[in-house]
């Protein structure tokens, strides 16, 4: 790619780009689900008393900043101290059991992920922004089941083999609307159902939704994206050009995630970080 790159890679039309290998993950088998259809389940990973230390943790807190669909992330709560203290202590509680599924990799940023009662509202289809360079690394993202979750309170749905599309840039900002394409994807998802403990393990590039939570109860789990220990974070930046296909590709230091009241909000909230290169997202257009 040039310094003045395009980006935005359609599915239906040939590229060479190339997917990079799951550093981060152990297990062979596990790196060959994540390959072939984009995500794997793994059951009863964490004890009685991890979940507990986890729910303990949650309820310790406030969690102010609900959005008009019913979703809380604490990584994108104002409060830094909030947002600094829960990926601390949720890093704390879970890394001696991530680290019997994966090596040499860091988070981002812990954080807990709330679905309220909102019957009317379900999570839209999306992929994960863009945090690394993928053409050195895939991106990972962990879901961690703090309750039951079932076809009831808004379960995850993903919609495998979808992983590598529109790579290797993807933003909040950018026009890649891919619900668009929601009547077509949406027929081939499937709905991540778990108990307290499990872990859905997903390419964050992975295309998925969730189902509206019409259980009358908040449906709480803990999610954290991990990458491999040797690589940087970037961040897509708004370009001052004004012009919604100019990025500025940045490199930013964990710090940079808790010193930012409004890190998604790219330079709007005068994000630091060095700048890499500009890049244009193209708008896809496709017909199926």
């Known amino acids: 790619m040039s310094e003045n790159s395009a980006a935005g890679i359609s599915p239906f039309f040939s590229t060479d780009w190339k997917p990079s290998p ?24 964490f004890s009685t008393e991890t979940v507990e230390k986890l ?50 990799y860091q988070p981002a940023v812990y954080n807990f992920v709330i679905k309220s009662s909102m019957p009317e509202h379900e999570l839209p289809l999306h992929q994960d922004i863009t945090l690394i360079d993928e053409n050195k690394s895939s991106p990972i993202n962990i879901w961690i089941a703090l ?25 909040n900002f950018s026009d890649q609307n891919i619900e668009n394409l929601s009547s077509d994807l949406k027929q081939y998802a499937v709905p991540v159902c778990l108990k307290a403990g499990d872990l859905l393990v997903f390419d964050s590039r992975l295309i998925h939704y969730s189902l509206p939570n019409i259980s009358g109860k908040d449906r709480v789990g803990a999610v954290v994206y991990i990458f491999p220990d040797d ?13 919604l296909k100019d990025f500025d590709l940045m490199e930013l230091k964990r710090e940079d ?25 193209e708008p896809f257009t496709v017909s199926i």
């Open 231 to 243: 690589v940087s974070f970037l961040f897509m930046s708004k370009s001052k050009t004004g012009d």
């Open 257 to 281: 995630f808790f010193i930012n009241a409004d890190f998604e909000k790219g330079k709007e909230s005068g994000l630091s970080g060095k700048v890499l290169k500009k890049i244009t997202v």
């Open 55 to 104: 729910n303990n943790l949650y309820n310790k807190y406030q969690h102010q900043g609900m959005n008009n669909i019913g979703m809380f992330m604490s990584a994108y709560s104002k409060d830094i101290d909030y947002r600094k203290s829960v990926h601390e202590e949720i890093g704390n509680i879970v890394k001696a059991e991530l680290d019997t599924l994966f090596q040499n």
């Open 22 to 45: 799951y550093r981060q993950v152990i297990a062979d088998s596990h790196r060959t689900e994540l390959e072939d259809k984009g995500y794997f389940v793994c059951e009863k990973l």
């Open 147 to 171: 309750t039951d979750v079932n076809m009831e309170n808004g379960p995850v749905c993903v919609v495998p083999k979808t992983q590598y599309f529109f790579p290797p840039y993807r933003s």
